[in-house]
């Protein structure tokens, strides 16, 4: 695509994603950062040293009859009201996640690109991630034999990054910030089984007002169990994805790893050696005899977060179809409410998937 025919984007909010976005356009083959606004002189100036337009309002960037494209990279709460007054500027608009802090917020914001006939998608960027790609296609692929459970996990120690992050006001916390992108990457690996219900524990640890971590498990029909887990207090991290099946496991330790597949040729070993273990001996937790087991490395694909963009511009020309639907950004935010009403009343919550 050239240089001509790229759309120009404009970003609301020069923070660390908003930044983010301008940087990814400066190298795009098919957008082009028009310029950024952001309510802090310190960001705008920023923006200008970088060698960016500031524009000297939001409605000014609105006006601009040039822009096609507005990112919203702002706090949680302001996603909302700006999304809307975006696509009523007749533009399309990405949205950071998480989108929104409630449904039916949602839905206004869906109902809005209806209205005004404009496209409305948010940047879930990390479907682009190698470790949730590799996890995907174990699945995907059989190989375990009927998977029982899924574990997804991300480990810091360094608390709720930023600072309106820590506040309720504006849709803070780690649920809504690292939960909404787990999420939906479970429910893309599993993507043949519906949600029945949830169980969800959220975490107090250094912040009272917001979750600054989360326990999460999700109950799929057929009996599979996803756990997803954010701690940012954790100084010794588990792994990033784990998977067990009737007939192997699978293990990715990080995400900068390759994914670790061992399987077995013959789940009923006969004559199996007991092992000492501790104070005692087990046949239970002997190891597999070597020869039975087939183990590979599944290799980090490539990937490039940047077919988002070139997918809206595509489906924006109308020559796509949406990578992220509204249906499914509105099923993940259901599950965040179910899992805030479940840690609310300490049980497990039905889920109605339809």
Known sequence: MSNNTK??????????????????????????PAGIYDIKPERCALAEENKIHVYKSFEDLLADETVEIVVVATPNDLHKPQTIAALSAGKHVICE????????????????????????????????????????????????????????????????????????????????????????QMLGIVYDRKLESLYCRLYHITNQEVDDGFRLELYFEGGLVALIEVGTSNFISMPRFYITGINGS????????????VSCRNRDEQNVTPVVTAAGITRTMAPRDPSNLIERFISRPESDVH??????????????????????VMRVMRIMEA??????????????DN
């Open 7 to 32: 759309k120009r984007a404009a970003v609301v909010g020069y923070g660390s994603m908003g930044s983010w976005h301008i940087r990814h356009m400066q190298g795009s083959d098919v957008v082009t």
């Open 97 to 184: 996640k998480p989108v929104t802090v409630s449904s039916a917020d949602l839905q206004e914001m869906i109902d809005a690109s209806v209205k005004y006939n404009r496209l409305f998608t948010v940047h879930q960027n990390r479907r682009w991630d190698c470790d949730y790609l590799m996890i995907k296609q174990v699945y995907a692929s059989g190989e375990l034999g009927e998977v029982t459970s899924i574990e997804s996990r991300i480990h810091g120690s360094r608390g709720i990054p930023g600072d309106w992050r820590r506040k309720r006001e504006h849709g803070g916390g780690m649920l809504l910030d690292w939960g909404v992108h787990l999420i939906d």
């Open 250 to 261: 699978a293990i990715i330790n990080d995400w900068r790893d390759e994914c670790r597949v």
């Open 307 to 328: 077919d988002f963009y070139r997918n809206f511009v595509r489906a924006i020309d109308g020559k796509e179809k949406q990578i992220v639907t509204h249906a499914q």
């Open 339 to 352: 899992a805030f009403e479940s840690d609310k009343l300490r049980r497990p919550v039905d889920f109605n």
